[in-house]
């Protein structure tokens, strides 16, 4: 599968004043294959959502690139930039409550993005009904709907916009555990009928693992595992990544129930004050000490379809 997205060395930094500064996102190089969806999990705080939303042009680039079908993106969006690429990568936000406008109707909604195609605005009814609304509900507001419907409306507003690639941030989070599989099975399946390319972005590993052909594993800005998402799950060679999901509350609450729980122990550290060398190592129950003096690089396992950043595994 050829390249659609690529992001090389990308960093966004905040400054937040006496000289100090957030890194959100720090040197991340990944490549998003066409038609492929990839996962990205990680704590709060890891800086998952900042990657999407740089990737998109909506935080400004610090250093590094990103790029479409080989094409270099802007560092800066301008208004031109989000109109020119809006029919090309769309997304999808966590908050269906605060992402919509409370006083347009939800046809309104949806049709907006329209006008940058010229589309006609039959497409409204026909998109409510894709996305398992109803075309009569075009008239109604945001308010008049559940979380789980607001999250459709969502996701038919940004995918009428035909576009190849979509960002899903957090898009279940907010949203019951009863309509989280729904949703997610709605994505997968407009998904598969458009050809879309996904970066999905999650902290429920199980329901990453599940729609993800491939899962990167973030922290404090870094991609600490990447791999096949079946073989990150299922057989984890970072120790952040293995920590992770033996934290990760099981889908079904029989299992839940049954299962010896391993609550992930300490807090995230500042990315303002971003440790020296490894930066799990203060929470890494395999700490060694070249861990806390040098920075290990993401780097491909012998044998295995996988990149690994941790000392465990440098030669
Ligand atoms: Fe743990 Fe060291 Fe690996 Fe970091 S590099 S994850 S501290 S073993």
């Known amino acids: 599968m050829s390249e659609l997205v690529g992001l090389d060395k990308l960093s966004c930094f905040f400054d937040v004043g006496r000289g100090q500064r957030v890194h959100a996102v720090d040197n991340v190089s990944l490549s998003i294959a066409e038609g ?23 935080n400004d680039k610090t250093s590094g690139s990103v790029t479409y079908r080989g094409k270099h993106l802007p560092a800066h969006y301008r208004s031109a930039d989000f109109k020119r690429m809006a029919t090309v990568m769309q997304m999808i936000f966590q908050d269906p409550y605060s992402s919509l406008n409370p006083r347009m109707t939800v046809g309104e909604i949806i049709a907006e993005g329209l006008r940058l195609r010229n ?9 409510l009904e ?14 008049e709907f559940s979380g789980g419907q607001r999250q459709r409306i969502g ?25 989280q599989a729904q949703v997610v099975n709605l ?37 600490m595992e990447l791999g096949k998402a079946a073989d990150v799950y299922f057989q984890p060679r970072h120790p952040y990544t293995e920590i992770l999901i033996a934290s990760n509350p099981e889908p079904d609450p029989n299992a839940e129930r049954q299962r ?6 300490g807090e995230i550290p500042s990315p303002v004050n ?41 030669a």
């Open 36 to 58: 492929e969806t990839l996962g990205l999990v990680g704590e709060s705080g890891s800086g998952k959502s900042t990657l999407g939303k740089t990737l998109m042009g909506l």
């Open 187 to 223: 994505l997968n399946d407009l998904k598969k009928s458009m050809g879309l390319t996904m970066l999905f972005i999650a902290h429920d590993l199980s329901m990453v693992r599940y729609i993800s052909d491939r899962m990167a594993v973030m922290y404090l800005g870094s991609i």
């Open 155 to 179: 996701i038919a507003r940004a995918l009428i916009m035909e576009p190849e690639f979509v960002v899903c941030d957090e898009p279940i989070s907010a949203l019951d555990v009863s309509v």
């Open 260 to 265: 010896l729980s391993t609550p992930i122990q």
């Open 119 to 127: 589309g006609p605005k039959e497409r409204v009814g026909e998109w």
């Open 274 to 314: 971003v440790p020296a060398g490894c930066r799990f190592a203060g929470r890494c129950p395999k700490v060694m000490q070249v861990c806390r003096e040098k920075t290990p690089p993401l780097i491909p396992l012998l044998n295995e379809d996988r990149q690994v950043a941790c000392h465990l595994y440098s």
């Open 130 to 143: 894709k996305v398992g609304l109803s075309a009569s509900h075009a008239s109604r507001y945001p308010h």
